[in-house]
């Protein structure tokens, strides 16, 4: 399986999907998130790999 | 995935935008689209002294390495809030930031300027965390930018940021708050003139920018901004995104053209405040020295 990490969750998904798709299948809105790895973003048609991980930076800020 | 521009790999889609980029392009857009905002709405000139409100966030890191790389003279101004933790954190991040590319950081300690931080003031003041330290904050940036003679001070406020305060403005019809929204608030007497060169860029962009030109920037929240109206906002706007690309930047541009609709408050008569001489609308002293002889007595603010 590969893993995302946003904020404090973790969410384990099929290797094979797109970013774009495992995002959309959790609910969260691609817009609000860069997908991370190795310090590299990552692209929407990147394909999950088995045991990959993956972090999920927030880019909204408030207050 | 290919950039639109030089078609080698992209890793970012902007649909708003109908953009895909690289790194290299992502890069060389934000630096250009600040470049133009700052030139369209006139906000500074390259030989004026520019200073940028920094909080160890991306936004104002990135606006600082931009005005930086675009060739303006731009020192760095960090107010330690006082927070438990986050105050200390964003500090290391923006102090970091500084001693890396040589540049020149103040830092203010709200507790020196006031007698509390935002943390102590919050134990005996009424309104709301996110009010009362915008004002601690407007007062004490102006003031640190007119005694150290710029002629400007820069915020990070972005695409996100603007559209959520529309949209808050709206939702309650706030018709001064509207007429008065705009990229560049200017500069009279002690009040030195107010900036958003970020305006036109989104918060995800700003986000790139920062994990590509390797800017480290604190992610955690403001502990106080938990909850907070305006993120609320911000979601229910990147909701309408989703399906919808271009309406933050649709809601803003539009607005910009039919701002002039909105009166404009009656023009309020600025004094120098008798204690601190600088300007305010108030008959008496200014908010900031209210709160601060509120907080040297102990008594509720």
Redesign the interface.
Known sequence: MATLKHRDKTYTVKPGATLERALRELGIIPETVLPVKEGKILPPDHRLEEDEEVELVDVISGG | ?RCTICKK?????LRHANLKLC?EHLVARVEKVVAETIKKFRMFTPEERVLVAVSG???SLALWEILTKLGYRADGVYLDLGIAGYSERSREFSEAFAAARGLALRVVRVEGELGAGIDGLLRFARGKP?SL?GTVKRYLLNRVAYEGGYHVLATGHNL??EA?TLLGNVLRWEEGYLARQYPVLPGEGKLVRRVKPLLFL???E???YC??S?IEYI?E??P??VG?R??AL??VL??L??RYPGTKLGFIRGFLKVRGRFEPPEPVELRDCPVCGMPTAAEGPCRFCRLKERVSHGAPA
């Open positions: 995935m790999p992209a890793v970012i889609k790194p966030g991306k936004d996110c330290c996100d940021d959520a989104s918060e995800r700003v986000a790139a994990i590509i390797g992610y929240e403001c106080h901004a907070a305006s993120i911000k979601h990147n909701e995104e989703d």
